[in-house]
């Protein structure tokens, strides 16, 4: 995708990180095991943390790790958390050999879209869970909630703006959806450049979910609505 390679330099300016404070907060409070009491701060593995906007809300509360498939996007967190550890690898086939707190996969988890991709990475997260660990998906659709429709957004900074379109297709076909995002990405001087990528976003049934969260080892599964995107919970039994 041309947005986390060619393109990732304008992935702050696309979705800033103050968007993520709120988001940020709701998922801090259901990752925190607040049965257990702790000199040191939680450690918690994020997959897929692309430009750390998330985590950079999150990192004073947990001892992140983030890990990341593009070089460019984990170019950009590190300026904008440098004190968290990160990593360049694929979350279908990471193995640290650690354990942790927490794992959280956010809005990365969209991009998977194969089921046996699903069930790899949800055995990744629970290989990577200390029992009893808490993890956290956040997929962008069911296929029990998804609905088409377009998205628009964008900012300015520093003399560069950009805005996208971002328009999911009506039709689900296998277990995904068609979107195209249009960038519109506006240079100091005022040229203003287009590009577009095409991708598939993954829209598995929730029973797909739970029967794949089981078989990796999970329990006491929780599907809840956000405003923005879907919390899945589980926890590594
Ligand atoms: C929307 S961005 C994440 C942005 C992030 N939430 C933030 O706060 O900046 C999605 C990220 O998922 C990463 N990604 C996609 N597939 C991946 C995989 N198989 N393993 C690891 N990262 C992946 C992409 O490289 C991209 O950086």
Not at 21 to 34: C, D, F, H, Q
Not at 137 to 145: G, H, V, Y
């Amino acid at each position: 995708m041309k947005l986390y390679n060619e393109l990732a330099e304008w992935w702050p300016l696309m979705q800033p990180p103050r968007r993520f404070k709120n988001e940020a907060a709701r998922l801090a409070r259901r990752l925190r095991n607040e049965d257990e009491e702790s000199e040191t701060r939680p450690t918690l593995l994020q997959l897929g943390s692309g430009g750390g906007h998330l985590a950079s809300h999150l990192k004073e509360e947990f001892d992140m790790t983030l890990v990341d498939l593009s070089p460019r996007m984990l170019g950009l967190s590190r300026t904008l958390n440098p004190e968290c550890r990160h990593l360049e690898g694929d979350m279908r086939t990471l193995r640290l050999d650690e354990r942790f707190d927490a794992v959280l996969i956010f809005d990365a988890i969209a991009h998977i879209i194969e089921l046996e991709d699903l069930q790899a990475t949800l055995e990744t997260a629970r290989a990577h869970l200390r029992p009893g660990g808490r993890a956290i998906f956040c997929p962008d659709w069911t296929l029990e909630t998804y609905e088409p429709g377009v998205s628009t957004g964008g900012s300015d900074s520093n003399g560069r703006g950009m805005r996208y379109i971002e328009w999911n297709q009506p039709w689900v076909e296998g277990t995904s959806c068609e979107t195209d995002i249009a960038y519109l990405l506006r240079y100091e001087n005022g040229d203003v450049r287009v590009e577009h990528d095409h991708i598939r976003i993954a829209v598995f049934p929730e029973e797909t979910w739970r029967n794949a969260l089981e078989e990796a080892g999970f329990t006491d599964v929780r599907i809840r609505q956000r405003t923005i995107r879907l919390h899945i919970s589980a926890r590594a039994a």
